[in-house]
Nanobody, 118 residues
Framework: QVQLVESGGGAVQAGGSLRLSCAAS????????MNWYRQAPGKQRALIADITSIGSTNYADSVKGRFTISRDNAKNTVYLQMDSLKPEDTAVYYC????????????WGQGTQVTVLS
């Protein structure tokens, strides 16, 4: 059973920073990519950043230049460094492990709340 455990959420003033962590119970190299999603109240869950097993990264326009995704394969952990936070970044943030094979099983963490105060 694969487990993903997020941590690092909380409340922060606008302009501040937070670093989220996602610790996996298995090697993250076994997945095609590790992703961060977020879901704001009343909105759909949306992909905001991803990092492949070879380290390629992509970001949603809404966070580009402010957020940085990284991975530590030795620790089986993925990070999301969030800087210059805005109130609109308020959401529950979820870690996702994307399967290598089409039709393979993806895994989700339980989510961590990020609240940005104006």
């Amino acid at each position: 059973q694969v487990q993903l455990v997020e941590s690092g959420g909380g409340a922060v003033q606008a302009g501040g920073s937070l670093r989220l962590s996602c610790a996996a119970s298995v090697s993250i190299f076994s997945f095609y990519a590790m992703n961060w999603y977020r879901q704001a109240p009343g909105k759909q869950r949306a992909l905001i950043a991803d990092i492949t097993s070879i380290g390629s990264t992509n970001y949603a326009d809404s966070v580009k230049g402010r957020f940085t995704i990284s991975r530590d394969n030795a620790k089986n952990t993925v990070y999301l460094q969030m800087d210059s936070l805005k109130p609109e970044d308020t959401a529950v943030y979820y870690c996702n492990a994307e399967a290598r094979k089409v039709g393979g099983e993806d895994y989700w963490g339980q989510g961590t709340q990020v609240t940005v105060l104006s």
